[in-house]
């Protein structure tokens, strides 16, 4: 669900439209991992590409949120923390994701709009 809930927090907060997005296990999805030398079922994390570049866990976080501009951008001071702390905090988010956000028995349905950005077969 914690994955569900940030593509929509990046839908509604990147008013560009800069951010597309790919199941992990779509081909596009799976061609991304294989990409980063990341195996198809390493699902804990999402992908963020920018300039070529692709970015998990913490670092993903970042370069999202950073990405949306004006007052994101403080976000950006997160990158002084040094990778192995940000991603352990990461990583105990992620481990207690249904505790600290809830579980759905199904993910919902995204509305239209976020639809469309979503990558289908290609790596547009």
Do not use: I
């Amino acid at each position: 669900m914690l994955c569900n809930g940030f593509v929509r927090f990046v839908h509604r907060f990147d008013r560009r439209g800069r951010f597309r997005f790919a199941t992990a296990q779509s081909p596009a999805g799976q061609a991304r991992y294989a990409a980063l030398g990341l195996p198809g079922d390493a699902l804990e994390t999402f992908l963020v590409f920018r300039d070529g570049r692709g970015y998990v866990k913490s670092s993903a976080v970042l370069v999202a949120v950073t990405g949306f501009g004006g007052v994101w951008r403080l976000a950006g001071l997160g990158w002084a923390v040094p990778r192995p702390v940000r991603d352990w905090l990461y990583d105990r988010v992620a481990r207690n994701r249904y505790r600290l956000f809830g579980r759905h028995a199904v993910c919902p349905l995204p509305e239209p709009a976020l639809l469309a950005r979503f990558v289908a077969d290609g790596l547009s």
